[in-house]
């Protein structure tokens, strides 16, 4: 069964931290570039980060430049997301997601809330 598993979401005062897991299982992993996206209550989904298969080269969307950073350890089938000096319009659920060739692949996202 081709599926993500995220992890590490929880409550958290602005200007804090949080590093968000995503395990990938049931397809070749080191294979394919990753992706962090987030969605807030009546907002469509936005992306948020991405690495390239071999993690040596990523992306972010502007607003979490240099607060936030993508990684992956193949070893592990998993990509990581390192949240720092958070905001309060950072919180969201937050999803994984690739796309293969059969199609793309959502994990069920992990809830991160930003608040004092």
């Known amino acids: 069964q081709v599926q993500f598993v995220e992890s590490g979401g929880g409550l958290v005062q602005p200007g804090g931290s949080l590093t968000l897991s995503c395990v990938g299982s049931g397809f070749s992993f080191s294979d394919y570039a990753i992706f962090w996206y987030r969605q807030t209550p009546g907002q469509e989904r936005e992306w948020v980060a991405g690495i390239v298969s071999t993690g040596g080269s990523a992306d972010y969307e502007d607003s979490v430049k240099g607060r936030f950073t993508i990684s992956r350890d193949n070893s592990k089938n998993t990509a990581y997301l390192e949240m720092n000096n958070l905001k309060p319009q950072d919180t969201g659920v937050y999803y994984c997601?690739?796309?293969?060739?059969?199609?793309?692949?959502w994990g069920q996202g992990t809830r991160v809330t930003v608040s004092s």
């Open positions: 997601y690739t796309s293969l060739y059969t199609g793309g692949v």
